[in-house]
């Protein structure tokens, strides 16, 4: 079944203690991305992957990193949290990959954070 | 740069009539458009896009929007709405010639089916 996978899909967490929230897909999609939603701001992306080692910073990137060291993987790194970063945060893909190129994004269920 | 405007925040629609939930959008290029669905508690549902072609898109569930070019518009309409069509709408669009990771969603508009 073609999905993507995030982990983990609610954590509460402190000012400045670093958390990583994974992401995987089986698609073999070249491209990933992460989206926060936040009520009234819609989704917005955070950053994105064109594919292995090759990033760029979407809308609101402060406060966050991210690594593509493999294609089926795209992790989202808070260093050091605050609380503005609470959200409800996405992962998509998105490619030719081995369903061949729809157009359409692959949407993980969703990671619920909130920094206390 | 490219956006996305979604001008209602809700719309309410009463079970067996026409709803339309509407997108506007800018671009430098040509646009990819999409719309996506989300139900509470759940990721985003793909419902249709518009690449080439057609100006009139139908998707998933009923629905079809028409790519208007000259009114820079992509509208979500669906003839017959039902209680379960429920949920927040997104319109999102990417430059077809801008990057392909870089693709840009509305603020959403909730819609509420009422029987």
């Known amino acids: 079944e073609a999905q993507v996978t995030q982990n983990p899909r609610y954590l509460i967490t402190v000012t400045g203690k670093k958390l990583t929230v994974t992401c995987s897909q089986n698609m073999n999609h070249e491209y990933m991305s992460w989206y926060r939603q936040d009520p009234g701001l819609g989704l917005r992306q955070i950053y994105y992957s064109m594919n292995v080692e090759v990033t760029d910073k979407g809308d609101v990137p402060e406060g966050y990193k991210v690594s593509r060291k493999e294609k089926r993987n795209f992790p989202l790194i808070l260093e050091s949290p605050s609380p503005n970063q609470t959200s409800l945060y996405f992962c998509?893909?998105?490619?030719?990959?081995?369903?061949?190129?729809?157009?359409?994004?692959?949407f993980g269920e969703g990671s619920r954070l909130t920094v206390l | 740069a490219q956006s996305v405007a979604q001008p209602e925040d809700q719309v309410n629609v009463a079970e067996g009539n026409p709803l339309t939930v509407k997108c506007t959008y800018s671009?430098?290029?040509?646009?990819?458009l999409f719309w996506y669905v989300q139900y509470p508690n759940r990721g985003l549902q793909f419902l249709l896009k518009?690449?080439?072609?057609?100006?009139l898109v139908k998707g998933s569930y009923g629905f079809e929007a028409e790519f208007n070019k000259s009114q820079t518009s992509f509208h979500l309409k669906k003839p017959s709405a039902l209680v379960s069509d429920s949920a927040l709408y997104f319109c999102?669009?990417?430059?077809?010639?801008?990057?392909?990771?870089?693709?840009?969603f509305g603020k959403g508009t909730k819609l509420s089916v009422k029987p």
């Open positions: 518009y690449i080439t072609g057609d100006n």
């Open positions: 671009v430098s290029g040509n646009p990819y």
């Open positions: 999102a669009v990417r430059d077809k010639d801008g990057s392909q990771g870089n693709l840009i």
């Open positions: 998509a893909s998105w490619g030719s990959g081995s369903l061949g190129d729809t157009g359409e994004l692959f």
